[in-house]
């Protein structure tokens, strides 16, 4: 007679097949490496964003936008601390550029006071040279007023250069 088979059997621990374990692996081995795969994608654009972002502020400021900051990444990590170094040294370039303009516009003021001041006492000695050389001045008197007059301006175009001098030094 037949025997009967058990409704349940007992399970018997069997020598896995290397082929078996490969197929086992295979699938978890897969996904493992996905998702390191997303977190390493994710960790680099993570840390590579700010120094993009970096960049092209960096590529504005050299497009003569001093006034430009980089955005700030996380303090106490390397982009943060170079983000911070950059603005600090933005802000000084900045100070140091308008510092400049304005003392170039003091100069510029400076040269043009100067020059009015010396065109007066060069055109007083031109025009009493001319009237010279016309005979316009005839008589004694006139030539001392006129030498006496361009006397006085030589001595403060020479006063205005010795000033401009010791400005120069």
Not at 115 to 129: C, D
Not at 147 to 166: F, P
Request: hydrophobic residues 40%; without cysteine; positive net charge.
């Amino acid at each position: 007679s037949p025997t009967p088979t058990p409704l349940l059997r007992p399970s018997v621990p069997r020598a896995a097949s290397p082929s078996s374990r490969q197929s086992l692996a295979w699938p978890g081995a897969a996904l493992v490496r996905a998702v390191l795969g997303l977190v390493q994608g994710w960790v680099l654009r993570l840390g590579i964003r700010p120094l993009k972002l970096m960049a092209s502020a960096a590529v504005t400021v050299a497009e003569d936008d001093l006034g430009r900051r980089v955005p700030e990444a996380p303090k106490g990590t390397e982009a943060g601390d170079l983000s911070h170094a950059i603005n600090n040294m933005l802000g000084r370039l900045e100070e140091s550029f308008t510092a400049r303009a304005e003392t170039d516009a003091r100069l510029r003021q400076f040269v043009g006071d100067a020059s009015h001041e010396l065109r007066t006492p060069v055109q007083t000695i031109r025009g009493y040279s001319e009237l010279y050389w016309a005979g316009a001045l005839s008589t004694a008197e006139q030539l001392d007023d006129a030498m006496r007059r361009t006397g006085r301006e030589s001595v403060r175009m020479a006063t205005l250069l010795d000033e401009l001098r010791t400005l120069a030094r």
